[in-house]
């Protein structure tokens, strides 16, 4: 069964901090896709990032950086020098090769103080 | 190039009403899904639309249906309403599997 797991449900920083948000998935799957969402109070989420199985590569996004390990089913989102604005609730989620349906982690609240 | 728009943005309806949702997918997208989010948990699938048909369907009870028209909308309909059903039902949509789900500003329903 898959099951995406956010064992962080609150994280607190002050502003310029580096804050990592992690991430541990489950499926049997070969073949699936990572994603992180940001939810800011408004609601919506906003896609930050996907990742497929087969691309292990780091990816860098400007105060943004994501480290996929699949020897760890981790995949595990940074925010450098974090800012008020980034306060929100984080999620994480899996989808298999041949569908969007997308299992969500319970998410992680980021608050960023000044 | 407007994105995923949902209708209405708040509702409170009572306990054993029937309630109707609604979704606009972003441009170019042909394939909606419906979330139920209750407060402090991570979006739950409830089905999938494709084609005008349901193409995948979470574990919700038969109450919750839906539709997909012709231009790709699509409705969320509830029946005889529980006040568990109060939560935040998010409507994505996506141009092909797998490439990820872009989101609405969900629909928030309180059943009293």
């Known amino acids: 069964a898959q099951k995406v797991t956010q064992a962080q449900t609150e994280i607190s920083v002050v502003e310029k901090e580096d804050v990592t948000l992690d991430c541990v998935y489950e499926?049997?799957?070969?073949?699936?896709?990572l994603f992180w969402y940001k939810q800011p109070p408004s609601g919506e989420l906003v896609f930050l990032i996907r990742r497929n199985s087969f691309d292990e590569q780091n990816e860098i996004s400007g105060r943004y950086s994501w480290n996929f390990q699949k020897s760890t089913s981790s995949f595990n989102f940074t925010i450098t020098a974090s800012q008020v604005v980034d306060s929100a609730v984080y999620f994480c989620a899996l989808s298999e090769a041949n569908t969007d349906k997308l299992i969500f982690g319970t998410g992680t609240r980021l608050q960023v103080f000044p | 190039d407007a994105g995923v728009t949902q209708s209405p943005t708040h509702l409170i309806k009572t306990r054993g009403q029937q309630v109707t949702l609604r979704c606009s997918p972003k441009s170019g997208h042909d394939t909606v899904s419906w979330y139920q989010q209750a407060l402090g948990q991570g979006p739950q699938f409830i089905f999938q639309?494709?084609?005008?048909?349901?193409?995948q369907r979470g574990n919700f009870p038969d109450r919750f249906s839906g539709h997909q028209f012709p231009n790709y909308s699509s409705e969320l309909n509830v029946n005889a309403l529980l006040l568990g059903d109060s939560a935040l039902y998010l409507c994505?949509?996506?141009?092909?599997?797998?490439?990820?789900?872009?989101f609405g500003q969900g629909t928030r329903l309180t059943v009293v």
């Open positions: 639309y494709y084609e005008e048909e349901e193409r």
């Open positions: 499926t049997r799957d070969t073949t699936y896709y």
């Open positions: 994505a949509s996506s141009p092909r599997q797998g490439s990820g789900a872009f």
